[in-house]
């Protein structure tokens, strides 16, 4: 799945070269700096994916697989074009996050219609929502320049605001779904689901203004990254317990 992964990333470098070059953020990356030639690039990337497909249908059948060219076909084909018509390409794209789980559990042996499996798919595709519409309104103005439709022709300040925190609300509230589809059975893992859960609704409620006058679209980034981080290290947390 990391070489996949890679080859995915690598054909999108490849894909964006030209909108990274005008962008202060991505302007250092390899390929519009010069430091690596398209083709080098598209042979790297073929390369990555050839591997990392073949990998996965040798050891762990043909779900793996297919969902890995599902997982690339989703990024590199629908959301790289998406993202270049309409400020919203966040939201289908975000489907991209919930395949990977999906990956490794059918790689295990797991039914890929599972509702347990179906429960952290669903968490992963509405932490997505937020988790890139964010880095689109920290960098508003980069990807502006670049030639991005932009949330904000669309959203004045203060509906991004609400909009954002919605869906981080609701992001909060999608993690509370998977003790009651069984992904884990411990009390103490399902208390850190709702501490957490608490935790992100509060910053929800201050990116509008409520508790805190500045929070910024920054501060929240970095939230609910760590959010989700703290999701993944409790379900592991808990089938481990489980297996002890």
Known sequence: MFLLASGSATFNHLQDASYDRRMQRTK???LPSGRVAPWQAAVLGLGFTL?????LLQTNGAWPAVLGLAA???Y???YTYLKRITPFAAVPGALVGAIPPAIGWTAAGGQVLDPAILSVAFFFFVWQVPHFWLLLLIHGQDYKRAGYPAL???FSSPQLKRITAAWMAATATACLLLPFFRVVRSPVV???FVVAAGWLSRDS???IGMGRRHFSFGLAFRGINFYALSIILL???GRLAEML
């Open 76 to 78: 590199n084909v629908l």
């Open 28 to 30: 250092r990356r390899p």
């Open 152 to 154: 904000t022709d669309v």
């Open 72 to 74: 690339l076909f989703w």
């Open 205 to 207: 409620l201050r990116l």
């Open 235 to 237: 379900v592991i947390f």
């Open 51 to 55: 591997a990392g497909l073949f990998l």
């Open 190 to 192: 399902a208390l850190g």
